[in-house]
């Protein structure tokens, strides 16, 4: 039977990466996925012939000094993408803001819409420190524990104090910049969400900057879904299982085993794109067990999500910007929050919109405890209330879709926990918030040798971007021929 050198479980974005990453490096990789698609939380899936993006539908990241670019670039694959002019359409109370991605025209929205704000300050402070930061990042990988940050402080002690100075301040101090505007408050507070899955008031000032800055930054449209970013960059792998589930990972003489629904494979190494809650159930080794239970003690406040997808009728949403974010002041109903995410596919994009519609992904926070033992016709009634509160909602901020929405329906923590596999339904990675991260936060390591981790439960944490970073930390750590050609990438 043939060792692969590497074994991937899971073929999402870090899944698929990490393995496109070592097919280039001409390592003998396997990749796994329990679904037909690529993509996890950022996957395109199809119901009824039309196409609705699962989760992830915002892609940043792209330009330097950010790693999805540099990782595109690396690999040399060009998805079909288009870059937005505005990031995201913002209405909360009476308010619609555009966040341009052009600077002078984002300043200039804001200071319409918040008298007497800093505007200036706060965007400048964000450009300029949000840039500090990823430079220091990129020299500070690989990050492996306390002695990277000695190692660290040692050869760069400014930036290291510069880094404990934003980790010691609180993401709260970007409300100093907006003078007590409720909706500004409202709006930062969601962005930061979003971002980061914890509020200004949870976060450090460092993860308020890269989570504030994402409006900043530009932000890309993928053509076809966001699988097909995903896809595009799997062309680089030559071997891939789809429709795979590895049901358990054993150590045996001195290799692994992967016991899989289509057979037993061996590795030498494994990757698990599975979350931290998740290898309890998954490897056969008591150590890595335990450390999962422990997971579950210290990692137990995490996010799940609601959302509803559906098709619009072109006609009616040609105005509207491609990603919108309602922010109300009441949330949701069964552990939702306040915020509604609204992506809708390009018009242009003749996979997403066809036949006269185009695809709607709509997605919010949710507590994933209130969706634990509920009985089926309870969970059958709390779906068409969800779906009907959400629609409400649109409705009243954007007239223009009533009778445009149809056949919509709605995912819950427990479709992530069953077409992901995700534990409870988690999603959004372990929050970087103050209380984890960094110095509490997973790192990409297991206690058995040759087992690691990628995805949104270790460092850095969640979307496209986190986990990029994530992937490219591990190899940095692991694989020597990487630290060679990633300095010239
Ligand atoms: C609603 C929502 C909206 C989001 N919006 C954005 C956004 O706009 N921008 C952004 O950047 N991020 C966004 N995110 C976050 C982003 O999608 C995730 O952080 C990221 O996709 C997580 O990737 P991952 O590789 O960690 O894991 P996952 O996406 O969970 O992928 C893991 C994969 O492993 C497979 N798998 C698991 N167990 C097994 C097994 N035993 N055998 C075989 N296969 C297995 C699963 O099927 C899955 O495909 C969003 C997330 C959600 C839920």
């Given amino acids: 039977m043939e060792i692969f050198d590497y074994a991937v479980v899971g073929g999402g974005v870090g899944g698929v990466l990490a393995s496109a990453l070592l097919s280039k490096l001409g390592r003998a990789v396997i990749l796994f996925e329990s679904l037909s698609y690529l993509g996890g939380c950022a996957g395109t899936f199809k119901k009824d012939g039309f196409n609705y993006n699962a989760g992830a539908t915002t892609i940043t990241g792209l330009e330097e000094p950010m790693p999805l670019g540099k990782i595109l670039s690396f690999l040399e694959v060009s998805p079909p993408l288009k870059e937005h002019s505005i990031s995201m359409q913002v209405l909360v109370k009476d308010k619609k803001i555009n966040l341009w991605s052009d600077s002078e025209r984002l300043l200039q929205e804001l200071d319409n819409n918040f008298k007497g704000v800093a505007n200036y300050k706060l965007l400048s402070e964000l450009k300029i420190s949000s840039n500090k930061l990823w ?5 500070f990988l690989p990050f492996s524990g306390y002695t990277s940050i000695l190692r660290f402080f040692l050869r760069h002690p400014r930036e290291t104090i510069q880094q404990v100075l934003w980790y010691a301040k609180s993401g709260l101090a970007f409300k100093s910049y907006i003078n007590g505007h409720q909706d500004y408050r409202q709006l930062l507070d969601y962005i930061s969400l979003i971002t980061s899955q914890g509020f200004l008031n949870e976060v450090s000032y460092g993860v308020a900057l890269l989570g504030l800055s994402y409006p900043i930054n530009k932000t890309y449209y993928s053509f076809g879904g966001v699988s097909n970013l995903i896809e595009s960059i799997a062309k680089v792998i030559p071997t891939i299982y789809r429709k795979t589930t590895v049901f358990k990972v054993i ?7 992967l016991e899989t629904s289509k057979g037993q494979f061996r590795a030498k190494r494994v990757i698990l794109n599975t979350t931290i809650w998740n290898l309890e159930d998954l490897v056969e080794i ?17 996010w799940s999500a609601i959302t509803l997808y559906a098709k619009v009728r072109k006609e009616y949403a040609k105005d509207l910007s491609s990603h919108i974010l309602i922010l109300e002041e009441e949330p949701l109903s069964f552990g939702g929050t306040n915020e509604l995410f609204l992506s809708f596919s390009l018009p242009e994009d003749s ?3 066809s036949e006269g519609y185009l695809s709607l992904t709509v997605s919010t926070h949710a507590r994933p405890e209130l969706w634990e033992n509920v009985k089926k016709e309870e969970y059958s009634m709390r779906k068409e209330l969800i779906k009907e509160e959400i629609l409400g909602r649109i409705y009243k901020k954007l007239p223009a879709l009533k009778g445009a929405i149809h056949d919509a329906f709605v995912g819950t923590p427990k479709t992530f926990e069953k077409y992901t596999k995700r534990y409870k339904g988690l999603v959004g990675g372990i929050p970087m918030v103050r209380k984890y991260f960094p110095f509490r936060y997973p790192l990409p390591f297991t206690p058995v040798d040759g087992l690691f981790l990628v995805g949104d439960t270790v460092f850095p944490g969640q979307g496209l971007l986190g986990v990029s970073v994530g992937v490219i930390n591990l190899l940095l750590a692991i694989e020597k021929d990487f630290r060679k050609c990633w300095s010239y990438a």
């Fill in 135 to 139: 430079q220091t990042l990129w020299k």
């Fill in 251 to 257: 150590k045996a003489d001195g290799h692994f085993l």
């Fill in 286 to 302: 008591e150590s890595v067990k335990e450390f999962s239970r422990q997971a579950k003690r210290v990692y137990s406040k995490a």
């Fill in 351 to 353: 996979i997403m919109s």
